[in-house]
């Protein structure tokens, strides 16, 4: 049974229309991750969620905005979608921060902008 | 800045061979690793992890090893199938910068019938 969801799998946008691509988990963690990923590369750390706590990376865009309304669900909400924001998005959770934490990743959602 | 980087991006391997995937890392601080498996189109899945406090640690078919002194972790996989075929990621929580999971590049692995 999957832990982490994503919806949609696939999600077509046009340039500079907004979109939300959302996450959610049945495991109760405390800490929900978004991570970019485009092709061939690494999945790069956008934000994450300390239960209410948010926690922007230095270089993440002002473009890429979150929310996280409860434990189970976090949203990932790109105001401006630019051809440069095409990519795989990943949720992940984990139980805590730290050391010695798995991360659950859910499928990802493949954004496209058109 | 401090990272985690492959030495390797793709290597090719026979069936029943085994392969070895290498990772470099730079944090001297850094206290535990993971290898993550990526299959086209899905998101990483766990397949190991380490302390710093440990060398070695063994798995199904996976071995993680881990040299402190030259700051260097690599992923074994025995006997591989073509089911192991994907992008292999290790990864560093960063207990020292808020426990976030920060990835090195990736290597994909590809295994030949």
């Known amino acids: 049974d999957a832990m982490v969801i994503q919806n949609p799998r696939y999600q077509v946008t046009q340039f500079g229309k907004p979109v939300t691509l959302s996450c959610s988990q049945t495991l109760n963690h405390n800490v929900m991750y978004w991570y970019q990923q485009k092709s061939s590369q690494a999945p790069k750390l956008l934000f994450h969620?300390?239960?209410?706590?948010?926690?922007n990376e230095a270089d993440t865009p002002d473009n890429f905005q979150s929310r996280r309304p409860n434990t189970s669900f976090c949203f990932l909400d790109i105001r401006s979608p630019g051809l440069g924001d095409a990519a795989m998005y990943l949720c992940?959770?984990?139980?805590?921060?730290?050391?010695?934490?798995?991360?659950?990743f859910g499928q990802g959602t493949r954004l496209t902008v058109v | 800045g401090e990272s985690v980087g492959l030495h390797l991006p793709t290597l090719s391997v026979q069936e029943g061979d085994n392969s070895i995937i290498n990772c470099a890392y730079s944090n001297s601080a850094s206290d535990y690793f993971i290898w993550y498996k990526q299959e086209s189109g899905k998101g990483p899945q766990f397949i190991i992890d380490?302390?710093?406090?440990?060398d070695k640690r063994q798995g199904q078919r996976v071995t993680v090893l881990l040299n402190k002194t030259v700051k260097h972790l690599s992923l074994q996989i025995a006997a591989t199938q073509p089911g192991d075929s994907a992008v292999y990621f290790c990864a560093e929580n960063e207990d020292n910068q808020g426990g976030k999971l920060i990835f090195g590049q990736g290597t994909e692995l590809s295994v030949k019938p």
């Open positions: 969620y300390y239960d209410k706590d948010f926690n």
């Open positions: 380490i302390r710093s406090n440990m």
């Open positions: 992940a959770t984990s139980r805590r921060l730290g050391p010695n934490t798995e991360a659950f």
